[in-house]
């Protein structure tokens, strides 16, 4: 059975404090992707990876970095937390660098991520 | 630029009649569509998905999807709704402009309250 799974389901940290989410897939898919989930706003992406130490932006980047040093492993870092990254952080894979487009995606159970 | 839109917000319906759940797009080119589910604390669960061919997709749990070109439209329907199905749920669409990675643009989400 496919698998993504994300470090903590719940997390809480100060302004100011460096954050790290993890997620690991075992499916040995090529694309990773981190998004927020916000009330109203569906799903937006922060970053994407379509293979190791490759990354790019996705349509809200700002305030969050990425590193894929292994396959399956993506993490998503909050340099210096604030309280508008409060939020619902889900991780994704799928198949596919050159034909991604036709595959879904799995997802992780989500990080809630409350920064006081 | 690329969009997806869900017009409802919530959509309520009793159970055992049919549901419908809409969902319009705007593309640049040949659209690949996406539902996904998304119950209480959970990730997302892909359902369905267009990519050529059949204009009627049918996915997990009962559910299918029509796909319309000329009215751009994948609305997704079941016959008899069950109180189970009762979810957040997301239409998608694969971004044109990221190769074929497989970066999705996400709608905002409907809610599908099934009563008994």
């Known amino acids: 059975d496919v698998k993504v799974t994300q470090s903590s389901r719940y997390l809480v940290k100060r302004t100011g404090e460096k954050v790290f989410l993890e997620c690991v897939q075992d499916?040995?898919?090529?694309?990773m992707f981190w998004y927020r989930q916000d009330p109203g706003l569906g799903l937006r992406l922060i970053y994407f990876?379509?293979?190791?130490?490759?990354?790019e932006k996705g349509d809200i980047p700002e305030g969050y970095s990425v590193s894929r040093e292994k396959k399956e492993r993506f993490s998503l870092i909050l340099e210096s937390a604030s309280t508008n990254q409060t939020s619902m952080y889900l991780c994704?894979?799928?198949?596919?660098?050159?034909?991604?487009?036709?595959?879904?995606?799995?997802f992780g159970p989500g990080t809630r991520l409350t920064v006081l | 630029a690329q969009s997806v839109a869900q017009p409802e917000d919530q959509v309520n319906v009793a159970e055992g009649n049919p549901l419908t759940v809409k969902c319009t797009y705007s593309?640049?080119?040949?659209?690949?569509l996406f539902w996904y589910v998304q119950y209480p604390n959970r990730g997302l669960q892909f359902l369905l998905k267009?990519?050529?061919?059949?204009?009627l997709v049918k996915g997990s749990y009962g559910f299918e999807a029509e796909f319309n070109k000329s009215q751009t439209s994948f609305h997704l329907k079941k016959p008899s709704a069950l109180v189970s199905d009762s979810a957040l749920y997301f239409c998608?669409?694969?971004?044109?402009?990221?190769?074929?990675?497989?970066?999705?643009?996400f709608g905002q989400g409907t809610t599908l309250q099934v009563k008994p």
């Open positions: 593309v640049s080119g040949n659209p690949y």
């Open positions: 998608a669409v694969r971004s044109y402009g990221s190769g074929n990675t497989g970066k999705l643009i």
């Open positions: 499916m040995d898919h090529e694309n």
């Open positions: 267009y990519i050529t061919g059949d204009n």
């Open positions: 990876s379509y293979d190791v130490k490759m990354k």
């Open positions: 994704a894979s799928s198949l596919g660098r050159w034909t991604g487009a036709k595959y879904e995606q799995f």
